[in-house]
């Protein structure tokens, strides 16, 4: 089992800048690929980022490209999403995730409770 837990969520002005956490503990999550998806009101739950825990290499949806970044702190067994130039379109819940990879939700095995980003125009 691996267990996810997300912070750093909250409501930010349109143009501004969050940066989401996702701590992970369980058993070695080393060989997964960590995942950061979102999930609108009455929309379905769209792919946002991922990152290869071992190498690092990340892959990102085409609405974030250039505005948010992904990384990981072995150390602190922690995944980070830097989100930049924030848009109201941006606002959903987002939730972190680990698994096979790729841009399908049902890719991932495991999930955090998720952490609610409102932007405000």
């Known amino acids: 089992q691996v267990q996810l837990v997300e912070s750093g969520g909250g409501l930010v002005q349109a143009g501004g800048s969050l940066r989401l956490s996702c701590a992970a503990s369980?058993?070695?999550?080393?060989?997964?690929?960590m995942g950061w998806f979102r999930q609108a009101p009455g929309k379905e739950r769209e792919f946002v980022a991922h990152i290869i825990w071992s190498g690092g290499s990340t892959y990102y949806a085409d609405s974030v490209k250039g505005r948010f970044t992904i990384s990981r702190d072995n150390a602190k067994n922690t995944v980070y999403l830097q989100m930049n130039s924030l848009k109201p379109e941006d606002t959903a819940v987002y939730y972190c995730?680990?698994?096979?990879?790729?841009?399908?939700?049902?890719?991932?095995?495991?999930w955090g409770q998720g952490t609610q980003v409102t932007v405000s125009s």
């Open positions: 995730a680990a698994g096979r990879g790729g841009s399908l939700w049902k890719q991932y095995d495991y």
């Open positions: 369980g058993r070695t999550f080393s060989y997964y690929v």
